[in-house]
């Protein structure tokens, strides 16, 4: 398989934001750094089944890896290369030019003054 | 593609060119309209800057200087964290149009991605951090 452009690695980053528990999930790891899945339920308003397979998913999306260590004690954490991606796509829709330009013909025809 | 690269724009200014070309290559011109606060270097390599009263400050490469005609800048992209090198460019054309000026605004890059940069993403150094903390700590009980 080929590896996904920019458009599919913001697409999964998207997807998980959309999703309240996910985002929960990324919040939390964001916020306080690795974490197991059994961390993450005494935290969250989620059970440990949910929230451990919300983070497969994640982790097999690239959006989380998970750390080296025995089962139940495997610590996820967040990566923050796809968020970096996503955010330069939100870039260009932040981005306001019909505002300034706006004021740039304002500006100008006040000068005429 | 559903995702912009680039954004475009184009204004028909009843002023000639010349006045357009000062409020946008002047510190006077940018400071009325664009920033509350500017400063510029209008030559190729040149610095500029706008600042705005919400403490926001935008920092400018100026990379193209024909004037009236062409007026191009690079800056960070907003969003992104200080230290991402990645920027747009910004190109202003002037075209006369009647008694006034027809203006076109491109910004472009917001697409740009580095064959590092999707590795990165796909792949991932997932250890970078833990790398760096581990350097760090030994920097700390080399030094202790």
């Known amino acids: ?38 961390d993450l339920a005494v935290r969250l308003p989620i059970t440990r089944q949910a929230i ?37 796509f939100l870039a260009a829709l932040a981005r306001d030019w019909d505002g300034p330009l706006g004021a740039l013909k304002d500006h100008l025809d ?4 | 593609m559903a995702f912009p690269d680039r954004i475009e724009r184009t204004v028909e200014i009843a ?31 040149g610095s500029a800057w706008m600042k705005w009263d919400s403490g926001h400050t935008a920092y400018m490469r100026v990379e193209r200087v024909e ?16 230290d991402d090198p990645r920027r747009t460019y910004v190109e202003f054309t002037l075209e006369p149009a009647g008694a006034g000026t027809r203006l076109t605004m491109v910004e472009s890059g917001f697409s740009q991605l580095s064959e590092d940069a999707f590795r990165t993403a796909y792949d991932g150094n997932a250890n970078g951090w833990v790398s760096e903390l ?11």
């Open chain 1, 1 to 38: 398989m080929p590896p996904p452009d920019g458009e599919a690695i913001a697409e999964q980053v998207f997807v998980a934001l959309a999703d309240p528990s996910r985002r929960a999930i990324l919040a939390a790891l964001a916020s306080g750094g690795p974490a197991t899945a059994t």
């Open chain 1, 52 to 88: 451990a397979k919300h983070l497969g998913l994640m982790a097999e999306a690239g959006l989380v890896t998970a750390e080296p260590g025995e089962r139940r004690r495997v610590r996820y954490r967040l990566r923050s290369a796809p968020m970096q991606v996503a955010q330069q």
């Open chain 1, 110 to 113: 006040k000068g005429d003054d």
């Open chain 2, 15 to 45: 002023h000639p060119p010349a006045r357009v070309w000062a409020a946008l290559t002047t510190a006077e011109g940018l400071s009325a309209w664009f920033g509350q606060q500017a400063g510029i270097d209008l030559r190729p390599g």
């Open chain 2, 67 to 82: 004037e009236p005609a062409v007026f191009g800048f690079t800056w960070h992209i907003f969003g992104l964290p200080e």
């Open chain 2, 134 to 144: 581990d350097e760090l700590v030994g920097y700390l009980d080399a030094a202790a």
